[in-house]
């Protein structure tokens, strides 16, 4: 029986080292390196909420970030007002309305960015100021800003609640 110096033992763990666990780091690192570049590029979001009681919006991107191989998807129930779903991609900004209790969807390709999807609730402000409130918030308020010497409003909340439509960022 051979006794085996520091120099052999070295040697062998090296060549052992090169042959077996080199090759499996270097597999590991490209299959993480690859799922890191994959979930950068990817851009698959699904919101679901429910904005006023009994109601549904439902909003989908998926596809590859700065390019157009998705879909831009948003559906909205509301169970006693006429509505409309809205989405913003490649086509631009579409548009589907739907009666009381009807699903209303719009549907298309996304853009390279600036996606976005929304709903519009076609509400009598009287009848949305009779509305219980959500989360302690009552009265109605409006933020408002200047462009040009003009005053638009932003987006008009009654009762915690946005009147009429809101677009996802």
């Not at 429910?50 to 970030?65: E, V």
């Not at 509400?123 to 509305?131: G, L, P, V, W």
């Amino acid at each position: 029986m051979s006794i085996i110096n520091k120099e052999q033992l070295i040697l062998a763990l090296g060549e052992q080292f090169t042959k077996e666990v080199l090759p499996y780091l270097k597999d590991k690192t490209a299959n993480a390196f690859d799922e890191f570049i994959n979930d950068l590029f990817n851009s698959n979001y699904t919101s679901i909420s429910q904005p006023y009681p009994d109601s549904m919006w439902i909003s989908n991107l998926d596809g590859t970030k700065l390019l157009t191989n998705g879909i831009v998807t948003c559906a909205y129930l509301h169970p006693t007002e006429e509505h409309a779903a809205i989405s913003i991609g490649s086509l631009g900004r579409k548009v589907s309305r739907a009666y009381a209790g009807k699903w209303a969807v719009s549907i298309q390709t996304k853009a390279r960015k600036g996606n976005k999807t929304g709903y519009k609730t076609f509400e009598n402000e009287d009848e949305a100021i009779k509305r219980k409130s959500i989360n302690n918030h009552s009265g109605k308020y409006a933020k408002y800003f200047n462009f040009n010497g003009k005053d638009f409003a932003i987006r008009k909340v009654i009762n915690g609640y946005y009147l009429n439509d809101y677009l996802d960022n």
